[in-house]
């Protein structure tokens, strides 16, 4: 029995988060008794265009491989426009399932995402409430990561919903 091959689209796969990611999209596939093909350069695509740059982005172009069973697209880890829409476009022609990882909606991709906002405002309205805390501190991830800037959003719902005071001093990026 054939065996199914995942291609997980992503980009700057040497972040952390990242990395983490993948490593938990490999164990899942192991479960399933599914292959996975990472198509990632291994070079950051955020400088000028150069040959490493265009070598690099000749990986996505296995996405057209017709031994690709679906695909896995974390566009969060794509700094550039450009690529980002040249994958979205390889995919598409592919006519194949592809499952975007919190990636918001698309016409043609399903989707993945999760609610790390409501979550955060949940832990602390219970905080608050539950254990009467009147000044708290929220510890979250890298600034620029989505996840990271939607708990700061949930915890910051929570504080305004209560009355609290909460500035810039009151939170902390961090790295998850």
Same mark, same amino acid.
Request: glycine content about 6%; charged content about 25%; hydrophobic content about 35%.
């Given at each position: 029995?054939?065996k199914?091959?995942?291609?997980?689209? %992503?980009? #700057?796969?040497?972040?952390? #988060?990242?990395?983490?990611?993948i490593?938990?999209?490999i $164990?899942?596939?192991?479960?399933?008794?599914?292959?996975?093909?990472? &198509?990632?350069? &291994? #070079?950051?695509?955020?400088?000028?265009?150069?040959?490493?740059r265009?070598?690099? &982005? %000749?990986?996505?172009?296995?996405?057209?491989?017709?031994?690709?069973?679906?695909?896995?697209?974390?566009?969060?880890?794509?700094? #550039?426009?450009e690529?980002?829409k040249l994958?979205?476009?390889?995919?598409?022609? %592919?006519?194949?399932t592809?499952m975007?990882?919190?990636?918001g909606?698309?016409?043609?991709?399903?989707?993945t995402?999760?609610d790390d906002?409501?979550?955060?405002?949940?832990?602390?309205?219970h &905080?608050?409430?539950?254990?009467?805390?009147?000044k708290?501190?929220?510890?979250t991830?890298?600034? @620029?990561?989505p996840? $990271?800037?939607e708990r700061?959003?949930?915890?910051?719902? $929570?504080?305004? $919903? =209560?009355?609290?005071?909460? @500035?810039?001093?009151?939170?902390q =990026?961090?790295?998850?």
């Open positions: 029995m054939k199914l091959l995942i291609g997980v689209v %992503t980009s #700057n796969i040497v972040k952390e #988060n990242a990395s983490e990611v490593q938990g999209i $164990a899942q596939a192991y479960k399933c008794k599914c292959d996975v093909a990472i &198509l990632s350069p &291994l #070079n950051n695509l955020q400088t000028i265009w150069n040959k490493h265009e070598t690099g &982005l %000749t990986v996505y172009q296995l996405i057209s491989s017709p031994r690709f069973d679906g695909f896995i697209f974390d566009k969060r880890y794509i700094d #550039n426009p690529i980002e994958c979205e476009s390889l995919l598409e022609k %592919t006519h194949k592809v975007m990882v919190d990636g909606k698309h016409k043609f991709f399903e989707n995402s999760s906002r409501k979550p955060f405002e949940e832990l602390t309205t &905080l608050i409430e539950e254990h009467g805390l009147k708290i501190y929220c510890l991830g890298p600034e @620029d990561n996840d $990271a800037q700061l959003k949930g915890y910051q719902d $929570a504080m305004k $919903a =209560h009355g609290l005071y909460y @500035d810039q001093s009151y939170w =990026h961090g790295d998850f």
